[in-house]
Structure formats: structure tokens, C-alpha cells
């Protein structure tokens, strides 16, 4: 089994920044594929970004290119999103996902993911 708990979520205005951390348990975590996902009320949950277990690579959705970074800590078990330059429609609940089943490839759908943690609230006001 596989818990994780992300913190960091918000209140914050346009154009500010803020960085999510997904805290995962269990030794096999630096083998998972690690992604963020997001839900708006009334949306279906979408990808925002994904890295592989080393790291090395790394993709993300259109909408977040060149203003989001995710990143991982495989000593401390927890990945990161930082998240720059946030406008309203950024405005979500954010969730973390482990891939359990070993790959190198980019995963970013959410049938990839088995383990999904309980979300964390990020709210941009204009």
C-alpha cells in the first residue's frame, strides 16, 4: 500500500506562486512514476504534470507549460509542484498519484495511477 498526503494548497491572487509537496509512503517509492492532477467543480479530473521514477523526465499539460515545475526528492519521499504565475483558472482541487507498476515511459493519463492522495485545495483570486 501506498498513502500520500499532499499540503501546500491556498488562497493566493493572480500572479503569485506557490508550491504543492506530496509526501508518499513506502521504500519502493523512488521506482514510481509520480503525477499531479486537477479537478475543478463541475470538470473531470485532468492532467497537469508528470516524472518519471529517476526524474529525468519529465511532461507537462499545454495549459501549465513554463509556469509549473514538478520535481522529485527521492530521499525524502515527496515530489513537488511548483506552481508560478497563477491565474484563476489554475483554481482547483490538486491531487498526487503514484504508478506503482514500473515504467520509463511518461504517464499521463489517470488509469496510469493506482494510488491517489486526498487533494489539496489551491484557490486564485483575480
Known amino acids: 500500500q501506498v498513502q500520500l498526503v499532499e499540503s501546500g494548497g491556498g488562497l493566493v491572487q493572480a500572479g503569485d506562486s506557490l508550491r504543492l509537496s506530496c509526501a508518499a509512503s513506502g521504500r519502493a517509492f523512488s521506482l514510481y512514476n509520480m503525477g499531479w492532477f486537477r479537478q475543478a467543480p463541475g470538470k473531470e479530473r485532468e492532467f497537469v504534470a508528470t516524472?518519471?521514477?529517476?526524474?529525468?523526465?519529465?511532461t507537462y499539460a499545454d495549459s501549465v507549460k513554463g509556469r509549473f515545475i514538478i520535481s522529485r526528492d527521492n530521499s525524502k519521499n515527496t515530489v513537488y509542484l511548483q506552481m508560478n504565475s497563477l491565474s484563476p483558472e489554475d483554481t482547483a482541487q490538486y491531487y498526487c498519484?503514484?504508478?506503482?507498476?514500473?515504467?520509463?515511459?511518461?504517464?499521463?493519463?489517470?488509469?496510469?495511477?493506482?494510488?491517489w492522495g486526498q487533494g489539496t485545495q489551491v484557490t486564485v483570486s483575480s
Open positions: 516524472i518519471t521514477w529517476s526524474g529525468t523526465r519529465t
Open positions: 498519484s503514484a504508478r506503482s507498476k514500473f515504467t520509463t515511459e511518461i504517464m499521463a493519463r489517470t488509469s496510469d495511477y493506482d494510488y
